[in-house]
């Protein structure tokens, strides 16, 4: 760039911008002010993605250089099931929309956003970005899954047949701000927060669904934030990226229960294990081997003051919370 001229603005637009990843970045980029960026937080109300038209009208009318695409159809566990062809066929519409939209109208960046649970079902661990298409996911979400899989089938092939710059990244689990509290559809720390809070609220015993052995990786939806923004920016590649806490991170789910309690100054001892309720996977160990290659220095949140950040939120704004 010459001296005097001025420097390029680029127009950056999420989609699924209201949710718990969508709001973290939000905060991050109030929080960080960056200088020739604007940003665009897309909602539902601003059309539906699943429509081409309504696609091209966003496209046309925000004209992005860059795009986050968090934007997807999401459950739990018995949606999944029972709606396999829902779940295959609105994220691959999608999908395919704001992929063949960021060509047509020449987005400079795309990064879409993956998960842990598109990955084989009979795996080795630690699992990484190369073993996404070694095998069939797991019965119970694979319309989820295989959509979710082809946007990094799709990255390579923009990126071979039209010099295309998308990538996608893949997170552990996230929690935070702003995230889904519901006790029946909700995740398990949004899911723990809210059932912790009735309890104290009810004087009541807080019971934690089986034996609290098995171990996960949790992010921080404000890491998570500020290393997706990261990706967008600075890592030009189209094989995914997984965007995780170090393996040594991993936490028995008992250990976030008491983490909780202590951040929602529950007595401990209140505290219930159901073992007569399943377990689940015991690990699901995720490397983060690429990250670290590229951000060796990266000072992740730990989990219990982002336990802490999280409870002080919810009950802030229990009302209007969603659960």
């Known amino acids: 760039m010459t001296e005097g001229e001025t420097p390029k603005q680029s127009v950056v637009m999420v989609t699924g911008g209201s949710g718990l990843v969508g709001s973290a970045i939000k905060s991050y980029i109030e929080d960080t002010k960056p200088e020739n960026e604007t940003w665009i937080f897309l909602s ?17 009318s925000k004209k992005p250089t860059h795009v986050i695409h968090l934007a997807a159809k999401v459950g739990g566990l018995f949606a999944n099931m029972a709606q396999k062809v829902e779940f295959f066929r609105e994220n691959i519409l999608i999908n395919d929309n704001v992929m063949e939209c960021c060509r047509i109208y020449k987005v ?10 598109i ?12 073993m996404l298409h070694d095998g ?19 990255n390579r092939a923009y990126a071979e047949e039209y010099d295309c710059n998308f990538t996608s990244i893949i997170p552990t689990n996230i929690y935070g701000p702003a995230d ?3 006790i029946q559809n909700g995740h398990v720390i949004p899911g723990l927060i809210h059932k912790c809070y009735i309890a104290k609220k009810e004087d009541k015993e807080f019971t934690i669904w089986g034996s609290g052995t098995p171990l996960r990786q949790f992010i921080y939806s404000r890491d998570l934030a500020e290393l997706t923004v990261w990706v967008m920016r600075e890592y030009h590649d189209p094989t995914p990226i997984t965007l995780s806490v170090d393996e040594e991170a991993e936490v028995a789910i008992k250990d976030v229960a008491l983490s909780v309690a202590k951040a929602m100054k529950f007595p401990e001892e209140k505290i219930v294990f ?15 081997k690429k990250l670290r290659s590229l951000k060796p220095d990266y000072d992740f949140t730990t989990i219990d003051d982002g336990i802490q950040k999280a409870v002080d939120w919810f009950v802030e704004n229990y009302e209007t919370a969603r659960k």
Not at 48 to 56: A, I, N, Y
């Open 44 to 60: 539902s109300k601003d059309g539906d993605l699943r429509v081409r038209k309504d696609t091209e009208a966003i496209f046309e």
């Open 274 to 288: 159901d073992t007569s309720k399943a377990d689940g996977q015991f690990k699901k160990t995720a490397a983060n």
């Open 119 to 130: 990955f084989p079902d009979k795996t080795t661990y630690p699992i990484d970005e190369t």
């Open 108 to 117: 400079e960046k795309l990064v879409s956003m993956l998960s842990t649970c």
């Open 180 to 182: 889904n509290f519901s």
């Open 136 to 154: 069939p996911p797991h019965s119970s979400n694979e319309g989820y899954a295989y959509a979710k899989r082809l946007i990094d089938t799709m």
